[in-house]
């Protein structure tokens, strides 16, 4: 884990005791942080540093594993407030609720700052009776729950001021090497609710001006395919029925009333399989998804992903964007772009490959829909 969260328990131990204290902690873990002593922020370091500290750290201050993850929670959030993205904080939702169904967006975001962070995953949804919301967690590491209690009690003190009681849930589906983990969520007193689901007023105000923006739709399916080159449609049974230009020339395999999403994409981003209802229930949801090993047409398109990188002979394709549910016709829109690494990675590409990106890199410079996303 980067050594960017990992200051934060380092910052714990500094306040709860010393310097020194931290220094001996180090040496009876077992962790060699160099000179300093401590953390680099831009390094990743073997997430069982952190396992092995915080047994040490529970030992020597003689305090439960749990209260240290949830006091290293709460500085982690300081840190991120400090380190100068309390902008971001501030505007990432109206409430508690759309506050967490945004961290995935800019987690995703973050991965051009901290190439290879293995990043959790939120969802968050108003509880069936009403009285609070319930945030569900993904992560690759298990053990980090109670690290996530004390960022929600941050959040919704610091940005949201509300005082909320966090409690850990069953697990909800626990395997050796990931974990997803619910949280229920409820303000102190009954007026805080508000702060945690209600839209505030100005979203409210923006959304009824949205609501009618067009009289009627004169756009073909060709237009449509041609100005969203990289998006599909697809029914409940994740058909895919219509394509637009790059992705079918990308993926030939894609064979319109034929191939289902699933023969062609695996999830990487939120970590759900792909079915049309759990699409339906993370819809909010920065998606990316990858293509099966195989089926890319260029075997030149090995610069276009980070996990490309030595699997040479079989090159795959990241694709990011975002799902619109299409009421009209029950189904489902993928709005996405490729996702590459650098603008050296495209021009090292084939001649083909940069056909394909030209229109796309020239003719925009904000629309994420259309343009491939450089990181
Ligand atoms: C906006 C600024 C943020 C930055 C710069 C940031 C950065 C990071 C970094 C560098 C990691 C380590 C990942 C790795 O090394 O694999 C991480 C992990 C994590 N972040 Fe963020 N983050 C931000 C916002 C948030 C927010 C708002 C939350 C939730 C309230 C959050 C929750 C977490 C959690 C729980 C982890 C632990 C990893 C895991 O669960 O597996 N982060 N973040």
Redesign the pocket.
Known sequence: ??G??NQALQEFVIRESSFETWEEILKKANVDLGETNEFSQRR?YDDQNTVDLLRVVSETLGLSQNYILEKF?EI??EY?QD?G?DN??NN?GGNLKDF?NS?DA??EH?MF??PG????S?HAKDTPDGSGIEIL?F???AG?EY??VG??KS?ASKIFNVVVNVELCEPVNQTEKSAWSKFLVTPESNSGINQMRQHCKQIQRMEQKLELVTLSSRISNQTFCQACPFHIMFDTDMVIYQAGVSLTRVLPSVKVGQTRVDEVFEAIRPHIPLTFDQILQFINKVYVVKTKEGLLDSATLTTVSEDDIGTLELPTMRFRGQMLYLPECDSMLFLCSPSVLNLDGLNEVGEYTKNLMHTHLASSKSDACRSPQVR
Do not use: N
């Open positions: 884990m980067y960017f969260i990743i929670g982690f959030f991120i380190a993205y971001i904080l990432l967490f961290v800019i987690h973050l700052v901290f962070m293995r990043v959790p939120f967690y992560s690759e590491r980090l690290l996530v960022m929600v959040v």
